[in-house]
């Protein structure tokens, strides 16, 4: 995974998946394969999905979360760790300061 860079003019942050320029942070980011990504990471950030190829009885894709860089390669959805409901941000101030 490359280091995100600003993206020129948009003020955005991207990343490359594959070589793929990915709008970290966006939740409509138009570079995911599927239109049910970007999806939440347990990290708060999103995790973005790149088509890589086509298997025997499957789309292959490489997903990968924008803030923490965890790699969930071909993984079924059911399989990505969700964050906690209700669960404060990372950045989130801490409460009663």
Not at 25 to 53: R, T
Request: aromatic residues 6%; hydrophobic residues 30%.
């Amino acid at each position: 995974m490359s280091e995100p860079k600003a993206a020129a003019n948009l003020g955005r942050t991207t990343f490359s998946i594959d070589d793929v320029e990915h709008a970290a942070g966006d939740p409509d980011c138009s570079a995911c394969y599927s239109d049910e990504y970007p999806q939440p990471c347990k990290c708060g950030g999103l995790i973005h999905d790149q088509f890589v190829g086509e298997g025997e009885f499957t789309i292959l894709t490489d997903k990968r979360c924008d803030r923490c860089g965890e790699a969930y390669g071909n993984v079924d959805d059911a399989d990505i760790p969700q964050p906690a409901p209700n669960a404060d941000p990372p950045d989130a101030p801490l409460a009663g300061l």
